[in-house]
């Protein structure tokens, strides 16, 4: 996924054409995004976005698969999720034809990605458990060296509740690890909710 909004401007026999592209978790963010980067000037604003198995595209008045679409292609193509591109056409005076707006507006949105800073999608699985407070510094230190995050942390009369994520590819590894570190007492449990997120540079 893009770790940051990219942005790429070409000119193509005389159109601008300008790529916008931004990181997004839901449809509504990638909605609110081709609002806000849309030039009510312009002569046309073509986007598509994927998330996960949503997808959408809009060619923005121009014949029906020569934009949108193509943009949609080159987001699946390049291997991002969670990506919206949004490409804005200012005309030049010269037609380019179906096939030459396919690759002027697929061509664009896939120089744009091509140049743009991305980060791996690690799954991540979100486990609650409690520990003694004799074992909540030891278990703290060992889970931040195995990329695990702490969410939230509760602390009763004697026990303290940990709420945390961990890359689903070491989850197996992490509850051993609790387990180990609390002799058997602690009771894991999945918090079931299916997500990603980005990690890394």
């Known amino acids: ?49 994927l998330i996960g198995q949503t997808y959408r595209s809009d060619d923005a008045g121009e014949p029906g698969g020569t934009a949108g679409r193509p943009i949609l292609q080159v987001i699946e193509g390049q291997g991002f999720d969670r990506t919206v591109v949004v490409v ?28 743009a800073p991305r980060v791996p999608i690690v799954e991540m699985a979100e486990l609650t ?40 590819a070491r989850e197996a590894e992490v509850r051993t690890r609790i387990t180990d570190i609390t002799r058997g007492q602690a009771t894991i449990r999945a918090v079931e909710e299916d997500g990603a997120q980005g990690v890394g540079a």
């Not at 804005?88 to 140049?115: I, M, N, P």
């Not at 230190?141 to 890359?167: K, Y």
């Open 1 to 49: 996924m893009l770790s940051a909004p990219a942005m790429l401007e070409r000119e193509v026999k005389k159109s601008i054409f300008l790529a916008q592209a931004a990181p997004v978790a839901t449809p509504a963010e990638a909605m609110e995004f081709i609002a806000s980067v849309s030039d009510p000037d312009a002569t046309h604003n073509c986007w598509a976005y």
């Open 88 to 115: 804005t056409r200012w005309f030049g005076g010269t037609k380019l034809g179906a096939g030459g707006l396919v690759r002027a507006y697929g061509g664009t949105a896939a120089e744009c990605l091509r140049t």
């Open 129 to 168: 458990f409690g520990c003694g407070f004799s074992e909540h510094a030891l278990l703290r230190a060992r889970l931040e060296a195995m990329d695990c995050q702490i969410v939230a942390e509760e602390f009763g009369a004697d026990s303290v509740g940990l709420h945390i994520t961990v890359p689903a």
